[in-house]
Structures are given as structure tokens and as C-alpha cells.
């Protein structure tokens, strides 16, 4: 195995998270992870976005096991943290809103599912 599936591993366990779990939510399919654990791939760019995403880590993270220090992320005031609650809310109405947004596999998402997805999208916003 290599040590950037290692961390993912680590990440996901310590989450009692399964491997189709992480490929619903991000679109990613399962063969890629059963490929990946066994070392005949490595995600992509564009995937371990995704992974990272979903676990609220940076993509730095998932390559070298630390975090990116010398990035100064902007201090959020009071105003930023309601722009950010109104944009949020105003992307799931909007999603809502729209027939079949809000489906997987032809079903509607389930309310743990929704509470992922919103987790998902107001860390996008940030």
C-alpha cells in the first residue's frame, strides 16, 4: 500500500466510514478505492479533492500527513459568517427546489445524507 491511502485509511477509520460510503458521497466508484488500496492506481488531482473535501482536510494533508502552516486563511467577522448561513441556505432552496436535485439513484437523499451534503457545501463557500 502507499502511505497517501494509508492517511485516507486512517482518516476514514477513525470515522467508522466505509469505503462506499466515501464513494457515494464523492462519485468516486468503488473499484477505484479496491484499485488503489491494492496499488495499481493513484487518484488523480481532481479525486483527492473530492476525498478531501468530504473529510474536511486539505489535500496536503492527504499527501504528506501534515498540513500547509504557511497559508494564511482570511479571520471571518460576524457579517462573513451570516453572508456565508444566507448563501448556504439559498443553494439547498435552490437545490430543493429543483426536480430530482436532491436525489441518488432515482431516491430521495436521506436526512444523514442532506446534513452531508449541506456540511459539504458550506465548507465549498468558505
Known sequence: MNEIYDRY???RDS???KDSQVAKETG???STFSEWKSGKYTPKQDKLQKIADFFGVTID???TGTEDTTKEYPQ???RDERD???????????LEGQQGALMFDGAPLDDETKELLKASLEHSIR
Open 9 to 11: 485509511k486512517t482518516i
Open 15 to 17: 470515522r467508522n466510514i
Open 28 to 30: 468516486i466508484t468503488k
Open 61 to 63: 494533508y492527504l499527501m
Open 76 to 78: 471571518l467577522n460576524a
Open 84 to 94: 456565508i448561513s444566507r448563501r448556504l441556505e439559498q443553494t439547498l432552496s435552490d
